[in-house]
């Protein structure tokens, strides 16, 4: 998978695993109960006789945490956290302090390769100094166009047309729409421009522009995008 720190995933699968009783330790052979299930961390996978409802209900749940929509697993593992730390087992409350760290990442890391695959044709402009801006074009994770404009390069307007003019040309294609793939080498590239877009201290303001808004039929609703970028900008 798309994930460059094996040991942060390998962390995270075990607490999930654990925090949710699949964490079987059963073989190939499903006569008994393994040794985690008495030690209260399988739920029993190891005979066969759990129901697939309430197996298959423990993965949503598990896909539902990764996709960020769900934290009651997150939940668990601070509850168990805090109620070892209340114990004061401490070696105990690391290891679920660890497990949260580690899902954490997972999800963040998630989220940055869901919003990536989407591919989505993305305009930023950010504001470098009082006197000069900056553009971007991004696709998935990649920047296709860069250009800065200083204070009374052009007027609003030129800039304006100047911009609508990159889009059509970088976003246009017959490919447009498609969704990538994303991989352990293109993380690091997608982290970047997610934590960029989302930064709540950043300069930056960006506007999605879907495909078929590219069209000539669309080009009102590609003007407006480009202007709300400016709402509140002067050059």
């Given at each position: 998978?798309?994930?460059?720190?094996?040991?942060?995933?390998?962390?995270?699968?075990?607490?999930?695993?654990?925090?949710?009783?699949?964490?079987?330790?059963?073989?190939?052979?499903?006569?008994?109960?393994c040794?985690?299930?008495?030690l209260?961390?399988?739920?029993?996978?190891?005979?066969?006789?759990?129901?697939?409802?309430?197996?298959?209900?423990?993965?949503?749940?598990?896909?539902?945490?990764?996709?960020?929509?769900?934290?009651?697993?997150?939940?668990?593992?601070?509850?168990?956290?805090?109620?070892?730390?209340e114990?004061?087992?401490?070696?105990?409350?690391a290891?679920?302090?660890?497990?949260?760290?580690?899902?954490?990442?997972?999800?963040?890391?998630?989220?940055?390769?869901?919003?990536?695959r989407?591919?989505?044709n993305?305009?930023?402009?950010?504001?470098?100094?009082?006197?000069?801006?900056?553009?971007?074009?991004?696709?998935?994770?990649?920047?296709?166009?860069?250009?800065?404009h200083?204070?009374?390069?052009?007027?609003?307007?030129?800039?304006?047309?100047?911009?609508?003019?990159?889009?059509?040309?970088?976003?246009?294609?017959?490919n447009?729409?498609?969704s990538?793939?994303?991989?352990?080498?293109?993380?690091?590239?997608?982290?970047?421009?997610?934590?960029y877009?989302?930064?709540?201290?950043?300069?930056?303001?960006?506007?999605i522009?879907?495909?078929r808004?590219?069209?000539?039929?669309?080009?009102?609703?590609?003007?407006?995008?480009?202007?709300?970028?400016?709402?509140?900008?002067?050059?």
């Open positions: 998978g798309p994930y460059t720190n094996r040991n942060t995933a390998e962390r995270a699968l075990q607490g999930i695993k654990e925090c949710c009783g699949i964490l079987c330790a059963g073989g190939s052979r499903k006569a008994s109960y040794l985690n299930y008495s209260g961390l399988c739920i029993g996978m190891c005979t066969g006789s759990i129901p697939t409802e309430q197996y298959s209900s423990i993965i949503n749940q598990i896909i539902e945490l990764l996709r960020g929509t769900d934290k009651t697993i997150l939940n668990m593992m601070q509850s168990a956290m805090n109620s070892a730390a114990k004061l087992d401490f070696e105990n409350a290891k679920f302090r660890d497990y949260i760290s580690a899902v954490s990442s997972l999800i963040g890391k998630a989220k940055v390769v869901e919003y990536t989407e591919n989505k993305i305009v930023v402009l950010e504001r470098l100094d009082d006197s000069s801006l900056k553009f971007f074009l991004i696709k998935g994770n990649k920047v296709l166009y860069s250009e800065k200083a204070a009374g390069d052009y007027d609003i307007e030129k800039v304006k047309q100047i911009l609508k003019s990159n889009i059509l040309t970088c976003f246009s294609g017959g447009a729409a498609a990538i793939e994303v991989g352990s080498e293109d993380i690091d590239e997608s982290q970047i421009i997610y934590s877009l989302n930064s709540k201290s950043s300069s930056c303001r960006h506007v522009i879907p495909g808004w590219l069209d000539a039929s669309c080009g009102y609703k590609l003007d407006n995008a480009i202007n709300r970028l400016f709402l509140t900008e002067s050059i």
